[in-house]
């Protein structure tokens, strides 16, 4: 006789112990340290707090052992805890020009003011699998620092590229995608806010879309800076500025092919990339795709996916895209058994047609009476 | 229905391009012309004469920059369009209006059934009963000649002629008073412009529609308007009679125009 | 009685986010079938997975209410045994199983085969809020077609439907028009389901959390399926008894029983069921969970 299955809840215990059991490993290696996490994956980390919108070294290398090394999970964790923490406010905006940045290259030209650092990157690294000697490097440091200007400013100096905010406009109100709704077509300030949380592969796909063709102007990296900046908060009863500590972002700033007409003169235009942490590609693959959703400010043809700010936004949310995605393991036979049911009875009506129609010739029929 | 007032009363109507505040590129300026119930409207020139932006002002798919456009509404009242919510200005396009594209493709739905793109628009005013729909549809594809057994292919099976005899029939089955027209027969090839043309004067005569035809073919205007205007850089620089008109051309341009299409 | 996790506000969500969402809650009553858009938090469970129901539900439960979580229209699958533990852990509510005991309701495609009373509340949790999404998939577009309640893009679609299939194929999440006004969709009951919401003396609150949209039938609220005058909505039907309880004109679940495709059918409710099948044999129903 048939009974119901139960047990749900035993099963879920049971599949929650399980895999805690996985989590840890072999039990005869020691457990790994979160600040050992914090401390040797801080790219991944960096990737956590990014995403998971919440500067926090320790609570991200937290997250990616809980998560047993799945980076959206670990997103995800982060973003639940996200969401109970009580808001203070807003920061003043980021000076990132204020502090000597550990890294700043910029191809758009060979030399400039300060000059071009490598800081610590893989880009000229052999991919060959190798110990390296961590003792650190053996020029001496920089004892002071040499002044280095954004090439943006270099260039805005003399109005050769866009200013921002556009001339005659208001610096804009930053808008919060966590507190108010999301409604389409979103200012550039709530695109910038989504793209910033946005899944890096996702938006990595989309500006390489835009570099063969798929829309996209040629873009020049204009300045790409890594480095501590300093967060400061405007405390209401105090009246000034309190400095609150430092975090390491990854700024980049592309710039895009200039725009002109016949009231204006020529400019370049910017694309706007910024991460926390250590975070290059997502920094440059943001700013290509924020510049291609500015198509229509610079009444650009729109004819490609990353030129499509609903196609974009609606679908970069990686805590999102998993959920929606990964939901369809929870059952679903109810509504399956009502297309079943439409199946079958559709087949069924077919089935009566047909038997009511004369009956076509039979080719197999034909072919065997004709060898018979 | 107030036989005085013209259905549409278009005085001083400009579109300009760009932003208004620093130099404008008039699309079309200074545009004068009413056009009465069953009244069929040829606006003639060549690319560049501002006869595509006077049709987009006057449908409301531009925004007026200058002018007014008044409507007689079919209980005889006379609105201005520019005083419009957009739900009313909706309400018309449902019930009233119609639009012709060039491209048959921007006014059907491309992959739902012929019936289907028939029936959509008796189905947003109210209707409630598939089969009434169905037959409804059928009968409007045979009054354009598309065989009734093709009512469940989407447009996207059929040729260039059927689709905009199509898009057509979707226009015309709600019983509109105004159709606007963008250039129906370029596009296609001669003989089945020929044929679509006089399905389209059948039509106007039938139905008593008023129609505003925007084309570059002066043979186009000949065969099915009562009136034209001829433009040229954004003005009206010749209207009347279109006898008349390709006949006895006034304006210098006008004669240029008439003399350089070859006689056939 | 526990009274919350550590660190957490009771219900979890802060009463800031509370507040927010019991505005957007009143707006959604006020106009029945209409999709107010708003900031929907991150909850401990995946997008997809109820979160748009567990704000709904987050936001008015009470001490005093009594919480019953199905998924499929049974209270042990896993997700529901999931979310019925989180409000106990969270909000200290008792729960239950029994759909006449309980004060909130959340769902996730089915409700209930018990008729809901006055003062209940039902929570559904809704993937898709928008009906047209499929017809249209931008959402400024679909914006404007329900403020001008331009419907016949729908209207449209079930006329395919009937052309090519003899029927209308749309078999759960079947749109709705209520209080005459608002295209809806349901969220994917099926179709066998959606008599239940016309109206309902209870409260009906449906929470889209990846989607950021909340919206509400109010109880004794019209709500119509779509269909044409010759071809109307026609829930389906199915003809057999449930297999343990003899229950008939219930949602049922095919369960295959052997891998010759053999299968039996038992209702989808399995609080109804459990009732059912010991009012036959005399033994008493579940005790409810405390």
């Known amino acids: 006789m048939y009974v119901a299955v139960k047990g749900g809840e035993r099963a879920i215990a049971n599949a929650h112990a399980l895999l805690a059991k996985e989590g840890r490993g072999d039990p005869g290696l020691p457990r790994i340290e979160h600040r050992a996490v914090a401390g040797q994956l801080a790219v991944l980390v960096a990737r956590v707090m990014t995403e998971g919108s919440l500067y926090d070294r320790e609570l991200a290398a937290r997250a990616i052992l809980q998560a047993q090394g799945d980076a959206l999970e670990a997103i995800t964790l982060v973003r639940s805890y996200r969401t109970t923490l009580p808001r203070f406010g807003y920061t003043l905006p980021v000076d990132t020009a204020a502090l000597p940045p550990q890294r700043r290259i910029s191809a758009t030209f060979k030399d400039l003011p300060g000059g071009q650092q490598l800081g610590a990157t893989f880009d000229y690294t052999h991919r060959l699998f190798t110990d390296r000697d961590t003792s650190g490097p053996r020029a001496p440091e920089v004892v002071s620092p040499p002044e280095m200007p954004r090439v943006t400013d270099l260039l805005g100096a003399s109005a050769l590229i866009e200013p921002v905010p556009p001339a005659g406009a208001d610096d804009p109100e930053p808008g919060d995608l966590t507190r108010e709704p999301t409604i389409f077509p979103m200012s550039r300030a709530e695109r910038l806010q989504a793209l910033s949380r946005s899944d890096e592969g996702f938006l990595l796909g989309l500006a390489y879309s835009t570099q063969r063709g798929y829309g996209g102007t040629h873009p020049f990296a204009g300045e790409i800076r890594v480095g501590e900046i300093e967060v400061e908060f405007e405390a209401p009863e105090l009246g000034f500025a309190v400095p609150l500590g430092r975090i390491e972002l990854t700024e980049c700033q592309m710039i895009n092919q200039f725009r002109g007409s016949a009231d204006t003169p020529a400019q370049f235009t910017r694309g706007y990339g910024l991460a926390f942490g250590r975070s290059e590609r997502k920094a440059m693959s943001m700013s290509m795709v924020d510049r291609a959703l500015r198509a229509a400010e610079f009444g650009e043809r729109i004819t490609a996916p990353a030129q499509d700010e609903e196609f974009v936004i609606s679908h970069s949310d990686n805590v999102q895209a998993t959920g929606f995605v990964e939901h369809l393991k929870l059952p679903h036979y109810v509504d399956f058994q009502a297309e079943l049911g439409l199946v079958r009875q559709l087949r069924a009506e077919f089935r009566e047609r047909a038997a009511d129609e004369p009956a076509a010739p039979d080719p197999e029929l034909i072919l065997a009476e004709a060898r018979a | 229905m107030n036989d005085a007032q013209p259905l549409l009363e278009v005085r001083g109507v400009g579109h300009a391009y760009g932003d208004p505040s620093l130099s404008k590129h008039w699309g079309c300026r200074d545009v004068d012309l009413d056009l009465w119930p069953g009244e069929v409207l040829a606006v003639v020139g060549e690319s560049g004469s501002g006869k595509t932006t006077l049709l987009g002002a006057l449908s409301q798919r531009l925004s007026l920059t200058e002018g007014s456009i008044r409507y007689q509404t079919v209980d005889g009242k006379v609105v201005n369009l520019a005083e419009l919510s957009e739900a009313a200005v909706r309400r018309l396009w449902r019930t009233d209006w119609g639009f012709v594209h060039q491209n048959p493709a921007d006014g059907l739905r491309m992959h739902v059934s012929a019936g289907g793109n028939v029936g959509e628009p008796l189905m947003a005013v109210g209707w409630r009963h598939y089969g009434h729909v169905r037959a409804a549809a059928a009968e409007w594809l045979e009054r354009v000649e598309i065989p009734v057994d093709r009512i469940d292919d989407a447009p996207v099976t059929f040729s260039g002629g059927m689709r905009q005899r199509l898009q057509i029939a979707r226009n015309l089955v709600v019983s509109p008073r105004l159709v606007f027209m963008d250039e129906p027969t370029s596009g296609l090839d001669v003989s089945v412009q020929a044929r679509l043309l006089d399905l389209i004067r059948s039509l106007v005569t039938e139905l008593g529609l008023a129609v505003i035809i925007v084309t570059h073919d002066l043979a186009v205007a000949r065969l099915i308007s009562h009136r034209t205007l001829v433009m040229k850089d954004g003005h009206v620089i010749e209207s009347g009679l279109t006898d008349r008109v390709l006949d006895d051309p006034q304006a210098a341009y006008t004669q240029l125009l008439v003399s350089s299409i070859l006689q056939g | ?290």
């Open chain 3, 1 to 290: 009685m526990s009274t919350g996790l550590d660190g957490y506000n009771i219900g979890y969500l802060d009463e800031q986010t509370k507040r927010m969402i019991r505005r957007t809650l009143l707006k959604a009553v006020a106009i029945p079938g209409f999709q107010v858009p708003f900031a929907s938090r991150e909850v401990p469970m995946p997008r997809g997975w109820g979160t748009g129901g567990v704000q709904v539900t987050a936001a008015i439960i009470g001490p005093d209410d009594v919480l019953k979580v199905i998924d499929q229209g049974a209270d042990d699958t896993a997700n529901a045994v999931s979310i019925r533990s989180f409000f106990a852990a969270v909000a200290g509510v008792r729960t239950t199983t029994r759909t006449d005991e309980a004060t909130i309701i959340q769902t996730r495609h089915r409700i209930p085969e018990t008729p809901l009373a006055d003062g209940q509340t039902i929570v559904y949790q809704v993937p898709g809020p928008e009906p047209l999404r499929f017809l249209e998939r931008r959402e400024t577009e679909t914006r404007r077609l329900h403020a001008l309640a331009d419907y016949g893009l729908m209207y449209v679609k079930l006329y395919e439907d009937i052309a090519k299939y003899g029927h209308i194929a749309t078999t759960y999440d079947y749109p709705v028009m209520v209080n005459g006004r608002y295209l809806m969709a349901p969220s994917p009951i099926p179709s066998f389901d959606n008599p239940k919401m016309h109206r309902s003396p209870a409260l009906q609150l449906f929470g889209a959390g990846r989607e950021k949209r909340i919206y509400a039938v109010p109880p004794y609220t019209d709500v119509e399926s779509l269909g044409f005058e010759d071809h109307p909505f026609e829930p389906q039907r199915f003809d057999e008894p449930c297999a343990i309880c003899g229950s008939t004109g219930v949602y049922l679940d095919e369960v295959i029983t052997n891998d010759k495709g053999g299968s039996m059918f038992v209702c989808s409710d399995t609080d109804h069921c459990e009732r059912a099948a010991a009012a036959l044999t005399g033994a008493d129903p579940q005790e409810v969970i405390a």
